[in-house]
T-cell receptor, first 115, second 113 residues
Framework: DAGVTQSPTHLIKTRGQQVTLRCSPK?????VSWYQQALGQGPQFIFQ???????QRGNFPDRFSGHQFPNYSSELNVNALLLGDSALYLC??????????????FGPGTRLTVL | GDSVTQMEGPVTLSEEAFLTINCTYT??????LFWYVQYPGEGLQLLLK?????DKGSNKGFEATYRKETTSFHLEKGSVQVSDSAVYFC????????????FGKGTMLLVSP
């Protein structure tokens, strides 16, 4: 059973550009969350998608947007990149069985560098 | 809002030493508590969890007990190995909302032979 997969692994962009990161959840998982992990910090919640809609959002500006597809995969888009957006972006998915409350499985992340 | 505070690292130990990483939290209600581990260059892996007060989570020799009275969830291991070297994150699961996680800043553990 494949785990949560993310692409690309690494990405280098310049200020002002736009970027799209992709995530495929584990089999049987229907909820996808995105987190930003700055260097030396813990992950911070960006937003969560369920049934193709953004269900909850953390304290991130509108430059951060997302999408979930019918197959439960998800994209994270960041517009007008700033140097401070450089981070590891983690995707996490959760099984559709709600008895495993709050247990999320993380992908390996996408390392974004903004120059 | 919810928050998690972990002891700062790095924690440097010799192999077979006893490990404690302190974690305290602030939250409304009774969240679920987690320890995640991140090995160099990798994403997060769930190490253990506890979903209610006095629960003890355990995995791979690591243990943590959910203490509501002290709002703590300290991670312990009786005898660490070099392979335990990693960054450890304490996290809490939202009581309200839909299973979002709030993380501490992480504690780096370095184990030498």
């Amino acid at each position: 059973d494949a785990g949560v997969t993310q692409s690309p692994t690494h990405l280098i962009k310049t200020r002002g550009q736009q970027v799209t990161l992709r995530c495929s959840p584990k089999s049987g998982h229907d909820t996808v969350s995105w987190y930003q992990q700055a260097l030396g910090q813990g992950p911070q919640f960006i937003f969560q998608y369920y049934e193709e809609e953004e269900r909850q959002r953390g304290n991130f500006p509108d430059r951060f947007s997302g999408h979930q597809f019918p197959n439960y995969s998800s994209e994270l888009n960041v517009n007008a990149l700033l140097l401070g957006d450089s981070a590891l972006y983690l995707c996490a998915s959760r099984h559709r069985d709600r008895s495993s409350y709050n247990e999320q499985f993380f992908g390996p992340g996408t390392r974004l560098t903004v120059l | 809002g919810d928050s998690v505070t972990q002891m700062e690292g790095p924690v440097t130990l010799s192999e077979e030493a006893f490990l404690t990483i302190n974690c305290t939290y602030t939250a409304t209600g009774y969240p679920s508590l987690f320890w995640y581990v991140q090995y160099p260059g990798e994403g997060l892996q769930l190490l253990l969890k506890a979903t209610k007060a006095d629960d003890k989570g355990s995995n791979k020799g690591f243990e943590a007990t959910y203490r509501k009275e002290t709002t703590s969830f300290h991670l312990e291991k009786g005898s660490v190995q070099v392979s335990d070297s990693a960054v450890y994150f304490c996290a809490l699961g939202a009581v309200s909302g839909y299973s979002t996680l709030t993380f501490g800043k992480g504690t780096m553990l370095l184990v030498s032979p």
